[in-house]
C-alpha cells in the first residue's frame, strides 16, 4: 500500500495569499497517478487536479498542481474567502489511498 | 448533469443489517465504475470499493474485504453497500462516487473520483 503524508497539518492564511501544500509517497506513484480534493465542513469532497497538475471541469485557474515521483504539491496562487478547506491528496497508482489532509484556515 | 443521489442517515445497533443506495443520473450508468469512501467522525478520507455495473465485477480495499458488501442494479442506476452485521466502528460518512479508471504500471486498474455524493451517515450505537 501507498501511503501519503501530507504537510503541514494545518496553515493560518489570510485571504489574497499564497498556499503551498505538500504530499509525500512511501513510493513511486507511477504515471503521476496523483488527485487532489477540496472538503468544506459538511460537504462532499470535490476534485480539484488529476493526473498530478489537470485541473478539473469548472476549477479556477489558481489552483495548480505539479509533482513526480514521491513528491507533489497543490498551490492556490491567491487564496480566495471560498478556498478556506481541507485539502486531501489522492493516489491511484496503486489501490486508491488518500492522505490525511491539510486544512487551510 | 451528472447526479449521486444516496439515501438517507441511519441509527442501526451493533449486530444488524444495512444497505445504503446511491441512484445516479446524468451518465449511462453500465459503463462506468461507481464506488464508495469512507469518512469516520472528524478523520480523512478512506476508500472502500467499486463496482463496474456492467457486469458487477467488484474490488475492494484490503481493509474491507468481507466486511461489506457492494453491488449495483442497472434496471435502476443505483449502486448499493451493505453490511451483515454492523459494529460501533462502522459509525462513519459514506460517499457514493463516480470512479474514473486508470491502468497502472502493473495492469491493474485504480481510480479517481470525479462525482460524489452528498454522503449517507450510518450511526452505529447500542
Known amino acids: 500500500e501507498i501511503v501519503l503524508t501530507q504537510s503541514p497539518g494545518t496553515m493560518s492564511l489570510s485571504p489574497g495569499e499564497r498556499a503551498t501544500l505538500s504530499c509525500r509517497a512511501s513510493q513511486r506513484v507511477g504515471n503521476t497517478y496523483l488527485a487532489w480534493y477540496q472538503q468544506k465542513p459538511g460537504q462532499a469532497p470535490r476534485l480539484l487536479i488529476f493526473g498530478a497538475s489537470s485541473r478539473a471541469t469548472g476549477i479556477p485557474d489558481r489552483f495548480s498542481g505539479s509533482g513526480s515521483g514521491t513528491d507533489f504539491t497543490l498551490t492556490i496562487s491567491r487564496l480566495e474567502p471560498e478556498d478556506f478547506a481541507v485539502y486531501y491528496c489522492?493516489?491511484?497508482?496503486?489501490?486508491?489511498?488518500f492522505g490525511g489532509g491539510t486544512k487551510v484556515g | 448533469e451528472v447526479q449521486l443521489v444516496q439515501s438517507g442517515a441511519e441509527v442501526k445497533k451493533p449486530g444488524e443489517s444495512l444497505k445504503i443506495s446511491c441512484k445516479a443520473s446524468?451518465?449511462?450508468?453500465?459503463?462506468?465504475?461507481i464506488g464508495w469512501v469512507r469518512q469516520m467522525p472528524g478523520k480523512g478520507l478512506e476508500w472502500v470499493g467499486v463496482?463496474?455495473?456492467?457486469?458487477?465485477?467488484?474490488k475492494y480495499s484490503p481493509s474491507f474485504q468481507g466486511r461489506v458488501a457492494i453491488s449495483a442494479d442497472r434496471s435502476t442506476s443505483t449502486a448499493y453497500l451493505q453490511w451483515d452485521a454492523l459494529k460501533a466502528s462502522d459509525t462513519a460518512v459514506y460517499y457514493c462516487?463516480?470512479?474514473?479508471?486508470?491502468?497502472?504500471?502493473?495492469?491493474?486498474?485504480?481510480?479517481?473520483?470525479?462525482?460524489w455524493g452528498r454522503g449517507t451517515l450510518v450511526t452505529v450505537s447500542s
Open positions: 489522492q493516489q491511484y497508482g496503486g489501490s486508491p489511498t
Open positions: 446524468g451518465y449511462i450508468f453500465s459503463n462506468l465504475w
Open positions: 462516487a463516480r470512479h474514473v479508471t486508470m491502468i497502472t504500471f502493473g495492469g491493474a486498474a485504480s481510480w479517481y473520483f470525479d462525482f
Open positions: 463496482i463496474y455495473p456492467g457486469d458487477s465485477t467488484t
